[in-house]
């Protein structure tokens, strides 16, 4: 009778280890929240958009602690000064488990010199002597300092929407990649698998670059009416930045026919005098009665690894 009970036991136990699915993997990336990764990419993003010549070391150090080790995430310009406060999470775009570009509203002010004259109310490279103390104070240090500072004015506030690729990297989220102004609704997220082999400047993106220049400028305008493949629900900055050039531009090969993807990366003057700002868009083009239209705008991922 034992016996019998111990086989019907066993087959019993092999029927469960078919029904049952196997485990994950111990190694496997646990998924990140959403509220973690926004409350990440709120809190960076304010910092990102906050900037004064008065204090460069500081925000340095600052961006240093959002960013993945080694990485350099930081596109100003170095010129202007600009506060940004009030962040509000529009999407988050996941790429994976753990990585997702997160579009992040930001209420940025302007600042000019009171002078017209001045360029700056200190020397363009003084940092840690300033009264706002030493570079990095840790905690919530904010790195534009206070908001009210003498020999500055402050302009018209505005919102604008930045995209922000954040990551677990290190046991820790971190930024990525260097964050991107966009539009509202958001941008999608791209990553290594998604594009395929690295653009080259080749002669089909030297012949598009014009086109694409357009585009960009189009594309900080808000005015895509010209410019937008049919289809396409991209929106622009509306007037927060104005094209100052095209520093790149480069086509992914290996694709043929009305559609194509490659990587620009732009450098923005901001409205308001605030500074200019250096981002990387994938940008997908689609070919419509002989001319290339905007199909579509992406924020990468990818360079970090895990």
């Known amino acids: 009778m034992t016996i019998a009970v111990a086989g019907i036991l066993a087959i019993a136990d092999r029927v469960t280890d078919w029904i049952t699915p196997p485990a994950p993997p111990s ?27 008065e ?99 402050p302009g018209s506030a505005r919102w604008v929407a930045v995209a922000m690729p954040v990551g677990v990297v290190a046991d820790r989220l971190a930024m990525v990649q260097r964050p991107a102004l966009v539009g509202t609704p958001s941008v999608d997220v791209s990553t290594a698998s998604s594009l395929g082999p690295a653009p ?31 289809g396409s629900r991209l929106a622009g900055l509306g007037g927060a930045a104005e094209l100052g050039q095209v520093t790149s531009w480069a086509l992914h090969p290996g694709e043929d ?14 409205s308001g005098g605030a500074g200019s700002l250096t981002c990387a868009y994938i940008l997908r083009l689609r070919e419509q009665d002989g001319r290339w239209y905007l199909a579509g705008l992406s924020v990468p991922v990818d360079g970090v690894p895990g």
């Open 257 to 270: 026919g009305d559609s194509r993807q490659g990587m620009a990366t732009v450098t923005w003057r901001l």
């Open 200 to 230: 080259v400047e080749d002669t089909a993106s030297r012949s598009t670059r014009e086109v694409v220049t357009k585009m960009l400028t189009a594309y900080a305008t808000g005015d895509l009416e010209f410019i937008r493949a049919s």
């Open 27 to 53: 190694n496997a990336a646990a998924a990140v929240s959403d509220s973690d990764l926004g409350g990440f990419a709120s809190t960076a993003a304010t910092d990102y958009l906050s900037w004064t010549t």
């Open 55 to 153: 204090d460069r070391d500081r925000r340095r150090a600052v961006l240093a602690r959002y960013a993945a080790p080694s990485l350099s995430v930081d596109g100003w310009a170095g010129d202007g000064r600009q506060w940004a406060d009030s962040p509000a999470v529009v999407a988050i775009t996941r790429a994976d488990p753990t990585r997702a570009v997160v579009t992040v509203r930001v209420r940025v002010t302007p600042y000019v010199p009171e002078r017209a004259d001045q360029s700056s109310p200190v020397p363009p490279n003084a940092s840690s002597s300033t009264p706002n103390g030493p570079a990095d104070r840790g905690g919530d240090t904010a790195s534009a300092g206070i908001v009210q500072s003498p020999g500055w004015r």
